[in-house]
């Protein structure tokens, strides 16, 4: 039995970035602060959700080419 494929649940992928403090910490020459940290971890998680939903589009396209003459 062949399982349908099973579409997303969103119509766009958005990624918010505050610049301007993602920037500054990169170039911070000491160590970070907890709340510093706690918001790069924040960023880092919302990257990889917007990247899984984009993975997630890719292989649909991918497997819908495959039937591409």
Do not use: G, T
Not at 32 to 57: C, G, P, R, S, T
Request: charged share 35%; glycine share 0%; hydrophobic share 50%.
């Amino acid at each position: 039995m062949k399982e349908e494929p099973k579409l997303c649940d969103f119509k766009e992928v958005k990624l918010v970035i505050p610049r301007y403090k993602l920037i500054k910490l990169y170039f911070k020459q000491n160590f970070l602060q907890h709340d510093e940290a706690v918001f790069l971890k924040a960023m880092l998680w919302k990257a990889e959700a917007a990247e899984n939903k984009i993975l997630h589009i890719k292989s649909i396209v991918e497997k819908a080419l495959l039937k591409a003459p």
